[in-house]
């Protein structure tokens, strides 16, 4: 890509599109797995709370 000088400011090769669909590609894939492994996990369980809680107010 040229500026309004013709001077060169940058080059794109086919190599670099190549690398930004893998990119998407992968992470597309990873937030798939992520999702579905997310959505079968059990709900955290949280301890029994025992006794009262330290200050109540009445």
Same mark, same amino acid.
């Given at each position: ?7 060169l ?6 190599? %670099? /599109? ?8 992968? $992470?597309?894939?990873?937030?798939? =797995?992520?999702?579905?492994v997310?959505? %079968? /996990? ?8 025992? $006794?009262?809680?330290?200050?109540? =107010?009445?």
């Open positions: 890509m040229y500026d309004k000088s013709r001077r400011l940058f080059v794109l090769e086919p190599s %670099h /599109a190549w690398l930004f669909l893998l990119g998407c590609g992968v $992470g597309l894939l990873l937030s798939m =797995v992520w999702i579905n997310a959505r %079968h /996990a059990p709900p955290p369980e949280f301890p029994p709370v025992k $006794g009262s809680p330290p200050l109540q =107010v009445d």
